[in-house]
């Protein structure tokens, strides 16, 4: 089955460089445009089902999407969530250095072993994104040819990690640009694969 990873559309804290995680912020009069790009460009995929993380950044971009491919089905899953910064979240990376400026170094050299302040560790999150392999919403449904799953940059690169076996130290080295799609095959036995047919890591749009 073909599972699409798409990143949200951008927000104001995205522009600014600041760290969301768990801030509900919403899609922004740009973000909106992204997401209607994205939606185009998945017009006329075999796409049965759209999942989305809860925050409102991401049910934003789901809506879009899910509408441009005739009103397909729409599903939150809390397991598709940002990772929890904690107290990082609001801040821009030179504010967390000038306050935590050994957390970040961490963050930047051993991302596998980092706990966020007053947030979760990436093990955390990576645990959070194999249940939702293991058991997603559409399992059982044989009809499901394709699903979009709209997330955020922390779950992708998981996704990405666990899809071509590579090690969590590696997490930093994933891009994930606002209003991309990654393309993966996934099926109840092997779980999640690369889609080879098309180059990683940013295939769409």
């Known amino acids: 089955m073909r599972l699409l990873f798409v990143r949200h559309a951008p927000t104001a804290w995205n522009l600014d460089g600041r760290y969301q995680g768990r801030t509900d912020t919403p899609v922004g009069e740009a973000g909106a445009g992204e997401a209607r790009r994205i939606a185009e460009a998945l017009r006329g ?5 759209v999942v989305t993380s809860p925050l409102r950044r991401a049910i934003d971009t789901a809506e879009v ?3 441009a491919l005739g009103g397909v089905r729409s599903v939150v899953d809390d397991r598709l969530v940002e990772i929890a910064f904690g107290d990082w979240e609001g801040l ?18 051993a991302p596998q ?8 560790s990436l093990r955390d999150a990576e645990e959070r994104v194999r249940d939702f ?3 997603p919403p559409w399992r059982g449904e044989e009809l499901v040819r394709g699903v979009v799953a709209v997330s955020h940059a922390g779950p992708i ?5 666990l899809a071509e076996r ?15 799609a990654q393309e993966f095959r996934w099926n109840a036995t092997e779980g999640l694969a690369p889609h080879h047919s098309s180059p990683p890591p940013q295939d769409m749009p």
């Open 157 to 161: 690169r998981l996704a990405r990690l």
């Open 113 to 120: 072993s980092t706990r966020f302040p007053g947030g979760e």
């Open 133 to 135: 392999l293991r058991t």
């Open 45 to 49: 995929s075999d796409v049965d089902l």
């Open 92 to 109: 821009t990376q030179d504010e967390i250095r000038a306050r935590w400026p050994a957390a970040l170094r961490a963050w930047k050299r």
């Open 166 to 180: 590579r090690p969590l130290a590696q997490f930093r080295e994933v891009p994930v640009a606002t209003g991309t």
């Open 65 to 67: 999407i899910a509408a």
